[in-house]
């Protein structure tokens, strides 16, 4: 699979699209004034305790308090209390983890009221970023993520990637990692990391421990609510995600994230630094690879995939509905259940991709064109699940209901991506009115009029919609023949599709549009 990213950089944000063999399949757009990201650090205070919800609202500078479940806290939050505390009345020399003793873990049945209360200070880490009117999800047990494992303070776990399933390579990651992470550390083995050497391994792990370090700096320092570590950029936290062998081309429109991008990638894989390509052609860098046409293609409220049939998705405070449509399609010699399949078939490519593409998360419910042979249904339902292989996010599928219905958990940490489609009238301006076309030919005649007398234009095109072109040129003595002939000036009438109705242009004998 040809696997590119596409990076186009603009004053107020950055736009990051990623193509599998040439189909757009994700889109991340990140604000340059962004507050919150996933995996970002932050030294909280608990403003309440709600014992109802088992739960706490604790501040970390935004608007809305940020929400703390007690299942949230992680089975060491009592370490990671005693290092914070050990961190603020600490001065000086750095006490490493593996100094410290761990404390019991918590109960996983107890009330958040006996672990927090109010004005306590927490570190916390963002799980969710906010959406619509909630604030931040957080959690206690902090993670630091690399690209081949993410480290675990205060665990004594390796795990690997249930991806990885080579029962041996697994054998081996896990006794690499065993006899190369110190004391008081544990280890999440990430799927980059299958066939990875030991120095490669060794060398993240040490950077890790280093970030985990530059907490306990920051900790003594700082006072909530406040942010510790910011996770990376999203653009180099996606490469870290994605970046694979099958990683093809990156593009990027900026110097300065081009050079960010490739002194990153020569950190992680070197051998991949060539891939980076500053982009710098006249066209937008979107419009040049194809992404921009995709983009209005793809993210309106009805998507065309194949032969006619068609997708309608509809988003609500609780849910996603996607709605299978087979259209006007239809195959000779195939009974009703054969189109139904491959109608399915095709709409599971298509829907996993908008999933993806959308980033829709929490439950997507699927209403599928009905199929009466079980062995179809299932089918369908093993298709699904090998084409959401490819989505990194956590996800779950149910098989078809007998009302044809399959529902899709899918987690979501960010908001839903939205791009509005629908453009405004340009003839109307959104008002829904439009001047008399009865009058166009007689505006047509008093520009041309203008340009022949008042800028001694000669020769001149006229670019209008088909339907005008075809009233202008219609019959031996056309309009377009009587004015030429009583402005003596020569007349080219062009149609053009794109243009809406009342639309028209006046171009001089050097194709460049003329001014009135």
């Avoid at 060491?76 to 505390?85: E, I, W």
């Avoid at 670019?463 to 080219?492: E, M, N």
Wanted: charged content about 30%; aromatic content about 6%; overall charge positive.
């Amino acid at each position: 699979m040809n696997t590119e990213l596409i990076i186009d950089v603009r004053s107020s944000e950055v736009a990051i699209a990623l193509l599998e063999d040439k189909q757009l399949v994700e889109l991340n757009k990140e604000k340059s004034n962004v507050q919150f990201s996933v995996g970002d650090i932050y030294l909280g205070k608990v403003k309440k305790i709600m014992p109802g919800l088992n739960a706490a609202f604790i501040d970390v500078g935004y608007e809305k308090d940020a929400f703390l479940h007690y299942l949230d806290l992680g089975p060491q939050f009592k370490s990671f209390h005693k290092f914070l505390q050990v961190a603020q009345t600490k001065k000086g020399k750095l006490v490493t983890l593996p100094k410290l003793k761990l404390e019991p873990e918590i109960d996983k049945a107890g009330k958040i009221s006996n672990i927090l209360t109010t004005g306590q200070t927490v570190l916390v880490q963002i799980a969710k970023e906010p959406i619509s009117t909630k604030g931040p999800r957080l959690s206690a047990e902090i993670s630091i993520a690399g690209r081949n494992i993410v480290l675990l303070p205060f665990s004594d776990k390796v795990s690997i990637s249930q991806k990885i399933s080579s029962i041996e390579e697994r054998k081996r990651l896990k006794r690499l990692l065993e006899s190369i992470v110190p004391k008081n550390f544990g280890v999440i083995v990430r799927t980059a990391a299958e066939g990875k050497k030991v120095a490669i391994l060794d060398a993240e792990l040490r950077n890790l421990i280093k970030k985990w370090e530059i907490v306990y700096e920051r900790v003594k320092t700082s006072q909530p609510p406040c942010i510790i570590v910011s996770e990376i950029k999203r653009t180099s936290a996606i490469i870290r995600d994605m970046l694979n062998v099958s990683f093809n081309s990156i593009y990027v429109n900026d110097d300065s994230i081009y050079n960010d991008i490739k002194e990153y990638i020569s950190t992680i894989a070197p051998e991949k630094e060539k891939i980076v390509k500053l982009y710098s052609g006249n066209v937008p860098i979107f419009e040049n690879f194809g992404v921009e046409k995709q983009i209005k293609g793809l993210f309106g409220k009805t998507v065309s995939f194949k032969s006619g049939a068609y997708l309608i998705i509809e988003h609500t405070e609780a849910l996603h509905v996607v709605d299978v449509n087979s259209g006007n399609r239809s195959k000779a010699g195939n009974d009703q259940e054969t189109n139904a399949l491959d109608v399915n078939l095709a709409a599971a490519e298509e829907i996993t991709r908008q999933l993806r593409l959308r980033d829709m998360g929490g439950i997507i419910v699927v209403d599928f064109i009905d199929m009466h042979l079980n062995d179809n249904r299932q089918l369908l339902f093993d298709r699904m699940k090998e084409l959401m292989n490819r989505d990194r996010t956590k996800h779950n599928i149910l098989p078809l209901s007998k009302f044809g219905l399959m529902q899709i958990t899918r987690q979501r940490v960010r908001p839903e991506m939205h791009i509005e489609t629908l453009e405004k009238c340009p003839t109307c301006k959104g008002t829904g009115e439009i001047k008399p076309a009865v009058l166009l030919d007689e505006e047509i005649e008093n520009r041309l009029a203008f340009l022949v007398n008042d800028q001694e234009k000669k020769k001149l095109v006229l670019k209008v919609h088909p339907f005008v072109a075809a009233y202008l040129t219609k019959g031996v003595f056309s309009k377009r023949y009587k004015l030429s002939k009583q402005y003596k000036c020569s007349l080219k009438v062009t149609p053009i599709s794109s243009y809406n109705f009342l639309e028209y242009h006046f171009l001089d004998q050097n194709e460049n549009e003329t001014d009135i």
